[in-house]
Structure formats: C-alpha cells, structure tokens
C-alpha cells in the first residue's frame, strides 16, 4: 500500500492517507486530480473494478467526502480515493467514460446528496424517488423525524412515562429536585 | 446459437449518441416490462422500446423498493441498526447481517469467538443455498417451466425451517450481530441440517435432468444474453455474472474472511457467459455450497463461546474512521461501507449490492438486440435482486 | 440437439407417485420452532419497569405505562412495557437487553382479531393465550448486551493494612471508573431508593462524558457529604440497581466518590459556593454531624445566619467519632466540612448544650433551634460483670481513638455485638494490638448468625481477613472475672432463636453449649441511645416522645414550634438518612420563618 502511495504521489500531489487494514487504505486528494488517478491507478497499477462511488455528508465541516472505492482484482486490494467538495453547489467530474457502471452511482449521489455530475448519462432523471419536492434527503439536514411526523397519520393513544419521574410523583412528590 | 439481428430496423444514432427514435413513426412500440411481472425476480421495471418483437432500447426503472435504509441507519444506534439491515435484500439477508457486524468488530476492535466464526458462515452458506434454489426456480419459470419452482421452493422451505430452529426466525434470522452470534446450535441441528442437505442433492439432480437437460431450455439460453469479458470491469460485474465469462474471482478464495481459508474448495469457472452458462454455473455453486456445509459441520470446534463481551450496547461509541467490508454472496461481491464519526450513531452506511451494476448500465447495454420473448430469461440469468439496488 | 435432451425432462414425472408436501393444517400441526420469537410474555412479579426494553427498540415499539401499585417498592417503578405489534419487528432486542429477564416470547405466531386496538397491548396485564407457552425465544445463556461483572476495587492486602490506619478501598482510576459507569443504564429505579434521591444516572453519565465538574454540582445539590458518602454509604441505591438481578450492580458509592476525587480541591467552592442575600433569620444547631451540617448547608444557601453547637472538638458526628480512619480518613472530612463553614456557617466546639449554654438560651437567641445530637451513648447488656472498668462501650473507645488518646490495649479482647460499629471496634482494636504486639488476638461474638449479621457482608469479611475470630449465634451470660479482680473472659451461650413467636426480643438459648471466649477486656457494641439530657427536665416533660425518641411529624418538627430534630437521634443510624433529613428540616425551618416573616409584616 505505501509503494501505491508513493508511486501515486510521484504523479499527482496527495493528501494523508488511512491504512485502514493490509489490504484496504484510503487516500484523499483534491478534485482537479482524480481522474488522472483513476486513470493511473486502472491502467498503470491494475485497480480495474470500480467497487462503488458514494459520498458521506459531514454537515460540521460543510463538506460532503466522495468516496470511490477501486478493487485490484489480480493483487485482491481496494484503494478509496477521498474527495472533499464544497456542500454549496456540489458538483464534479463525472467518470462514466472510464467506467460506464458508474453513471448509476451517479444518478443515485445527484438524486440523494444533490451532487451533480454535469454530462453523465440520464443523470437529472428520477432514479429511486418519484415526485420529491424535498432537498436531497440523504443530507444531514434533512430531517427524517420532522418529515414523517408532518406527512404521516400518528397512532392516537401514546403514552410513555419515565421510570424515575413516576417514582418520584407517586412517592416523593415534595421533595425538591 | 447466436441471435443474429437484422440491422436495417435499428434506429439511427443521433450526433449526441442517442438513439433517434420517432414514437410516432409507427415502427416502434413502448412496453413495460414490469414492475409486476412474472420475469422479474422483485419489483423493477425495464421501459422498452421495441421494433417488431426486438428491443432497440431499454431503460430501467428501479425506487419500487426504497425503504430508505441508509438514512433510517443515521438514527439509529449501532446495536438498533442490527435487526433492520437484514431487510435490505429480501432473499439473502444473512450477508448483510454479516457485513455490517464485521464492519462495526473492525472500526471497534470487538474480536469474536471462533465458533462464532464457524456458525456464520454455515449461516451464509445456508442463505446461499436458498438464494440458489430460488433462482433455479425462477430462471426456469421464466421460460415457461413451473415445475421447477416448485420444487425448489419446497426444498428451500426445507432450509427454512433449519433457519427457524437455529435463528428463531424464517427470513429475518437476525442472529448474526456485531460480536458473534445469537446463540449456539440446538441439540441435533447436525443431523437435521445433514437430512436437508440430502434433500438439496436429490432436488439438484431432478433440476439438472429436467431444466438442464432439456432440448427447449437448451435451445433458448445457449448463446443468448451473451457477456463480453472486457465489460466485467467496465460495469463492475461479479460473482457468477463474471465468472460464467471466465474471469475466476471468488471473493471467498481470494480475500478470504470467516473460515473459508480452513475450508477446501475450488471456485466454478466457466467460459460460455451465456444464460445456459450461468445457470449451469449456479447449479455447480449449490453442490459446492452443499460440499462446504459438509465440511463446515465437520470441522467446525465442538465447543467454545460465540459471543463477544461487548460494553453498554445503549452507549456505545465508536471512534472515528471508515472500512469496506466484502463478501461473496450468491449474486456476486457484497459489500458495506461503514463511516463512523465517534457518536454513537453510523456517520454513513453504503450498502453495496450486487444487482447495483449488473441490473443497471449492464442490463440496458444487453437488452438492446433481445427479442422481447428472451427479456425475461436474460433478467433473471442476471440475478438480480431490486431491493439491494434501491435499500 | 441430442435425444437425451428430449427425453431427460420426463423425469419429472416420477413425482406423480410422490406425495404431497403440503401441510393440511398448518394452524395446529405446525407449531413455531423452540426459539421462535413469537409473541411476548412478561412476569409481572419479576419485571422491575426499568424501561431499558424501551430504550432499545428501534421501533419505537414499546411504552411504559402503569400497570402495577407500587407503594415503597424497592427497585420497581410500577410502570410495564406496553408493545405495539404495528411496529414490533420481533427482532428480541427487548428480551436480550432485559434486566431481569422477565420479558421473553413465546412461540406462537398466530392472532387474528377484528380490532386493530387490541394489537397494542401490555403483556402479562392483558392476558392472551400464549401466556404460559413454554416454548419460545429466551435470551441465550451468555448473551448479554451489558456488561454485567463489576469493576473490582482494588484494596490494600490484609497482611498490609492490619497494622496502621490507612484508608483501605484505593478508589478507582478513571479506565477503571469509566468501564463501571459505562454498565449504568440509566433506568432511574435507584433514585427513589436513594433516602436524598441523589441524581445517580446523571452523575454517572457525567463520569461517562468525564466532565466531572458537573458530576460534582450533582452530587453536591442533593448530598453536601458526598465525600463521606462516597465511601461509607450503606448504598440502598446499589440493592435496587437493575443491574443487579442478572448481574452485579452498579458500584454507585464507588462511582461517587471518584468524581470527589477527580475535582481539584480548589475548585469545590466554585462549583458548590454561592449564597442568598442575608434574610438576618438566626438557627442554632445542635450536633454538627451529617444531620446538623447538612441542615445548615442547606439554610445558609437561603441566605439564614447560622451557629452549631458541637461538643467534640472536630466535626463530622458519627462520621468522625464512630467511624474508623482505615473507612473514613480525616482529611477527607475535614475538607467536607470546610466547604460547609467556608460557605459561613459558624461552628463552636467544645461548646456542650446543656452545661456550656442551657437550651433556654437557645431558645432565645435564635430564630429556631435543631436537635441533631446523634446517638453517643452506647448501649449495655448488663449481665453479670459489665459494672468493670475493663468493660468499655464501643461508642466511647471509637471516640478516644479519634481523639488521639491512648487507649489501653490489652492482649485478648473480645467485642460482643455483630453490627458495623462492633466490626469498627474490633478492627481498629486489632490494629491497636497489631501496633503493640505484633500480633491480633481479638474475638466477635453476636447473637445473629453469620447470614443475618447486620454489619455490612464486607466489614465481615475483611474483619476475617485482619484476623479475627468471629463466633456467631451466641449469647453473652457473665464476664467472669479472676481471684484478682481482673476479667479473664466472656462466658457464652449458644443461640437457638433471638425472637419469640411474637416478634419479641427473647433470646432462647442451648445452656448445655458453653463456650468461656478468654479475654482482658470486653467491648460491648449493641446499640445506642441519645444524650437527651441537654433537654433538661421541664422540655423533657414538655415534648412528645415515640418510645424513647423524640417524637416529630413528617418534616422533623417537634412538638415544640420552634424544635426541629434530624438524624440519628430520631430515625436511627444511617449517613445518608441524616442527609435526606437534613434537606427535608432545612426546607421545613425557611418555611416557618418565612411564614412568621409574613405574619410579622402583617402585624
């Protein structure tokens, strides 16, 4: 993994990288230089399987991470390449003339994050959700609980108590505390 | 036998590369190919636009399915999130009990017993076995033989009942959680699991005399559906998919986890990459899953715990960081992607299965030249199952 | 295309002579296997409403709802999971992470019902049919998603500490500490026990965060003698911990005092300090023990001027005089009470109610006036010899050692009585003989037996440790005494019962079992009384008394208005009860000078 690192770093400048186990190690780097790693990493060091392209929302530090894992089939190792964009009109490179399995991962981060992937095959069609006037609701701001307790019936007759408040009603309700 | 199209009825290519199709020419034919159809294996669609009887373009409609599993995960604590990731694929659930256990024992360091280690992969080798039989079912079903189904089906139900004494549940074992498993196997569970492993032998013999040797099934999957190997990496195919097309990658042999590395076996390869190819792939899988349970209940540790000490379930936080965890389930490589961010609660869960690929970019790319009669086949040969591709 | 191909599939045939797999009657003959997570069932008896089933389910499933009358239940909250079968998943979460093991499922999986209602019910309250199912899904033998083993405290070696006064519990470290609190769930069933219903889930969740300054502005709201509780509480709280069922409980006391000790002395006043403007109310107080201190703790945080009165020349009571510094080491009393007198309270020592100021002085000079005088006077069986200078009141020798005095340590001793205090006096005499002799030779001999000691299981074990002999279960007739007038030992007999047939006290014995325990002095420890003669006859005769107590109604207030009384004197030996009388007379004395403030002003 670190002969990967280094060679890799002889091409393009790179971030910190997480070996996370022996044969599994994160790398992130900045956006302007994906492809040519993809394109190193496919043709040069053999990673041929795109694995999956997915993103993970960190709202605190108004990024959102892509993550695209790539699998080498022959030496049985996995790279994923970090990339931090702006959560402000995400968008980036797509990658479908590379791998053309990866216009769907596309389609599905532009419907769930919002992240657009300009020249991607069919990606502003409506991949899993039908009619969604929402934001993209695999952002941490958006709120699941708020949604559903505004567009579906509640069960009437709810009641739950806390242990220690009814002990404390029914057995010592003057004291203080 | 190839299929041989004729050319003079295919559209034209626009100069942007789509197809120039005028819906109003008469010469095509718009048709839904699901999402309640007898030729698919679930809930999907594959919006087809046909000339005559052959397809000239298909695109696939998927979200029938979407219970929005990665967001409910946000929620929910690691221990909470246990009993609902398998639902994500229906048929085959015990794999992602698995990934996401073995996610969370790596990102906290939980180690589990060595039984444990042997239990769940006899689990997932049994969940293997009825996603086999099912599909069996299903790829004859879709070229007009009932019976097959049915038999396996029974058999499969046979399995269940063998998840049922050991899970506590039919579909939904949840019994592998992050740590071990549930609970030891109840007295005589060998012998029973052997009796059903017998029943397993006896129905792949009645399937491969009646569905494999069979002049129509022949005739109508040789050489149809046919996989290029260059596109096992341009669209991400795995398991038997690309196995059929003769790349040889068993997840199982060549990043072994669990015990499959004490376990002695031979990945099946083969080098048709039709629908006949993989079915008879498949076929060789179930005897092989069936050889690995024998040897499992053999070698298997007659004692020892299979459960981890694990800290407070209601509080547990795990530091900061991110894996993948693969495995070879029966469709191919599955895989989850867990990010935690120190909370208490999964940062990101990416569910990554199977049919993700091959039921997307790679069933369009096939459909296009299929007649309309050997669309049904050629999905199912896929193997695809839609709830791991909308979670 | 062979004709193999043709032919092979006729095979199927052969299942004409098969027969059907189908079951006819599935309802009947197709029960759901042994482990079958079918519908619930809750022992109503064991269930202890600690809500943790709630907690885990990912549904949202459950609700805890009254189900049971609890009046002073220890540990049981009355309150029973109700479960939602529109949301239940079956995943037996509930029934893994259970306390008590009380909830579990039963294998059945059939119901059919017209009424949507009825799918949201209470199991074990709403009776169903698969209530005495056998088969079912219970939580697996070492299946346990919380840890159920206690964190060990680490002790200094009898061999050690058998021969000096060093504190013998270490405390935890914070790894050690952070492992224990982490087994707390949270119920909240300890608070109702606890007699100052100190906010137990939420200190140790404190020490969970580590942010132990908040931990101690918990403690210190409800228990200005945290420190001293953090190591002798008798921790009812830990006899009621959920936790306990299934596993050990949590290590409340434990748990306390390792917060105390992870906030640098200089920052109590910080956290703790702060009073109200001067009301220019005075309240005199009598005893500064936990009763006395606490009260004034509490009073002086109203803004109300205050004095104690103590005897002694330290603070602390019984915390001070009584329990040995191996327990309770001084400093750490110290630095308690100075958080208290720092806050303004004035203590005079040395200064004995009733012979350095009368009562009636009290009386008049402050606004009100407490009695929390303890129980200093030690009890006597009486039998034939105790009138001997060489017998001696636990009570009393406790309080020389803590002064300094030089006691006498004869060779042999033996203490009768089989409470704290006597396992106090012979382990510190121990450590006497220890000093002098080298070696321990001291006897225990109590009415109960070894099971029904009331001293602390620990004490007993520990006492044996540090090498005393302990004789259970037998009663004390005579101190014999030498030709010379010197004791030569304690003459006992076996017990068969200590109680009649009526409950009352009336020891039966076996005379024929006689045992002479050889000794140079004897140490009677079997009980206390209060020092009321500060009263003076005219009070005395005036007040109501309950059976040799002062009498007071439910807020510690005598039946003279302006007489409070709190602590041992009234309600028997405990710290922690003190405490909680202490905040309940604090409340009840601003509350009746406010009052008279009011009728005052009105004048």
Known sequence: MHKLYENLGKIIPLGEMTLQRANLAFITLDRRYLRSALHHLRDVEGYSHLVLLTAVDWLEEDVFQLTYLLSNRTADMDVGLRVMLPRENASMDSIHDIWPTAATYQRELREMFGIDFPGSPRVNEEFILEGWQEIPPYRRDFDTKKYSEENFAHREGRVTKDPASHMKELLYPDRGQ | MNYQPDRSKYPAKKADGTLDIDLTSGKYLKLWHGPNHPGITGNMSVELTVCGDEVVEGKVHVGYLHRGFEKLMERRSFIQCFPIVCRICVP?????????????????????????????????????????????????????????????????????????????????????????????????????LEATLKEVDAVLKDVYDVMFKNAVFKRRSIGVGYIDPAWVDEYGITGPNARAAGVAKDVRKDQPYLVYDQLDFEPVVDHGSDIYTRADVRRRDVAMSVDLLRQILAKMPNEGPVMAKLPNVLHWQIPRGETYIRGECSRGEYGFYLVTDGSRFPRRVNVRGPSYTHAMTLLERMIVNTNISDIAALMVSLHTYPPEIER | MSVQDVLSPFKAWKNLFRDPVTIADPINDRPGAARYRGFHQNDLDKCIGCGTCEEICQNGAIDMVEAVKIEQAEGDSGLRPRIDYGRCCWCALCVDVCMTGSLTMSNAYTWVDADPEEFRFTPGVDKKDWDDAELGYHRPEGLHLTPMTRVEMQEMEPGERVGNFDEIVCGYSVGEALVEADRCVSCGLCVATCPAHMAIPDYIAAIRDQDYEHGLEMLYDTNPFSQVCGRVCTHKCEDACSVGHEGEPIAIRWLKRHITENVPREKYMDIIGGTADGTGKKIAIIGAGPAGLTTAFDLVKMGHNITVFEAQSGPGGMARYGIPEYRMP??????????????????????????????????????????????????????????????????????????????????????????????????????????????????????????????????????????????????????????????????????????????????????????????????????????????????????????????????GRTSQSWLWAAGDCVHGPDIIHAVADGHVVADSINAALNEQEEADAKD
């Open chain 2, 92 to 192: 085959e659930p015990d794999f992602n009990e698995y990934c996401y256990a073995a996610a969370i024992e790596e990102l906290s360091g939980v180690v589990v017993p060595e039984r444990a280690h042997w239990i769940r992969t006899m689990i997932l080798e049994m969940g293997r076995i009825n996603s086999y039989l099912m599909y069996l079912g299903g790829q004859a079903g879709a070229l007009g033989q009932g019976v097959i189904g049915q038999w396996t089906t029974y058999v499969r139900d046979l399995m269940l009942d063998r998840f049922e004494e050991l899970t506590g549940a039919r579909i939904y074992h949840m019994f592998i959680l992050p740590g071990g498993v549930r609970d030891d196997l109840p007295e005589g569970f060998k012998d029973r």
């Open chain 3, 330 to 555: 001084y400093d750490d009393l110290d630095h308690e009470v100075s958080i208290i007198t720092e806050m303004g309270v004035d203590i005079r020592y040395n200064m004995r109610v009733g012979k350095d100021i009368p009562m009636d002085q009290l009386r008049q000079d402050y606004d009100a006036v407490l009695l929390s005088i303890g129980l200093h006077v030690g009890r006597s069986t009486r039998i034939k010899g105790t009138e001997h200078k060489d017998v001696l009141k636990a009570v009393d020798l406790l309080r020389d050692i803590t002064n300094g005095i030089k006691v006498k340590v004869p060779k042999k001793v033996v203490v009768i009585g089989g409470g704290n205090v006597a396992m106090d006096i012979a382990r510190s005499m121990a450590r006497l003989q220890k000093q002098k002799y080298g070696k321990v030779d001291l006897t225990v001999t109590a009415l109960e037996d070894l099971q029904h000691f009331m001293a602390d299981p620990e004490e007993v074990k520990e006492a044996g440790e540090e090498g005393i002999e302990i004789f259970d279960a037998r009663g004390p007739q005579e101190i014999v005494l030498t030709k010379g007038g010197r004791i030569s030992g304690l003459r006992t007999w076996k017990v068969i019962s200590i109680f009649d047939d009526q409950g009352r006290f009336a020891p039966s014995y076996d005379e024929a079992d006689e045992m002479l325990h050889k000794a140079n002095m004897v140490i009677e420890a079997i009980g206390q009384a209060s020092d009321v003669s500060l009263l003076g006859e005219e009070l005395t005769e005036a007040l109501d008394w309950n059976r040799g107590r002062l009498s007071v109604d439910a807020e």
